[in-house]
């Protein structure tokens, strides 16, 4: 069964936003809300890497090359956490995957691709 639904990925001019949304609709409140999430994405080529973190109580963590263009942020009511990306470049493109973490269980979702053009 699917544990992660990503969507909002798509073909972005370089300079565009984007909002990427992942949903849990399988896990349980009190699961999902002190559970870490992450957004990461992998380039073609690249290994998979880190682009932001979430805390269940809202911490966050970005990588370099994201900070002050990308907000990640959560919605427990809605068990669903985003990933607000600005000043897209051709540099961001990749293949975007929600992440869920807790007590050492970790879920991915099946990905979703961002396209920013040269």
């Known amino acids: 069964q699917v544990q992660l639904e990503e969507s909002g990925g798509g073909l972005v001019q370089p300079g565009g936003s984007l909002r990427l949304s992942c949903k849990a609709p399988?896990?349980?409140?009190?699961?999902?809300?002190?559970?870490?999430m992450g957004w990461y994405r992998q380039a073609p080529g690249k290994e998979r890497m880190l682009v932001a973190t979430?805390?269940?109580?809202?911490?966050?963590n970005y990588a370099d090359s994201v900070k002050g263009r990308f907000t990640i942020s959560r919605d427990n009511a809605r068990k669903t956490v985003y990933l607000q990306m600005n000043g897209l470049t051709p540099e961001d493109t990749a293949v975007y995957y929600c992440?869920?973490?807790?007590?050492?269980?970790?879920?991915w979702g099946q990905g979703t691709q961002v396209t920013v053009p040269s």
């Open positions: 399988r896990t349980i409140t009190s699961v999902f809300n002190p559970s870490i």
């Open positions: 992440n869920r973490a807790l007590g050492g269980q970790t879920y």
């Open positions: 979430i805390t269940g109580s809202g911490t966050t």
